[in-house]
């Protein structure tokens, strides 16, 4: 059975750092890219990061130079390190392989608020 589970997300105050990670199983980690998206109250989904399984990135405008994505294959683990946030960051965060799975994990809530 394939499975996401982020987790790491919370209340941050701007220009506050958070990681997040995505424990995966049910699938061979290493061999998938794997993307970060989010998803703001009242927004479709939108991308965040890619990382490439041979560990090549890329970002969405938004976030490129305060966000960083990496993997641990052994752990089967994704995760984003997250700084100088933004109020506008505040999202429900999730990672999926690609191609996408259809069953998407739970997400991790990030709050940036004073």
């Known amino acids: 059975q394939v499975q996401f589970v982020e987790s790491g997300g919370g209340l941050v105050q701007p220009g506050g750092s958070l990681r997040l990670s995505c424990a995966t199983s049910?699938?061979?980690?290493?061999?998938?890219?794997m993307d970060w998206y989010r998803q703001a109250p009242g927004n479709q989904r939108e991308f965040v990061a890619h990382?490439?399984?041979?560990?090549?990135?890329n970002y969405a405008g938004s976030v490129k130079g305060r966000f960083t994505i990496s993997r641990d294959n052994a752990k089967t683990t994704l995760y984003l390190q997250m700084n100088s946030l933004k109020p506008e960051d505040t999202a429900v965060y999730y990672c999926?392989?690609?191609?996408?799975?259809?069953?998407w994990g739970r997400g991790t809530q990030v709050t940036v608020s004073s």
């Open positions: 990382i490439a399984s041979d560990g090549r990135t």
């Open positions: 999926n392989r690609v191609p996408a799975w259809a069953s």
């Open positions: 049910g699938i061979i980690f290493g061999l998938y890219a």
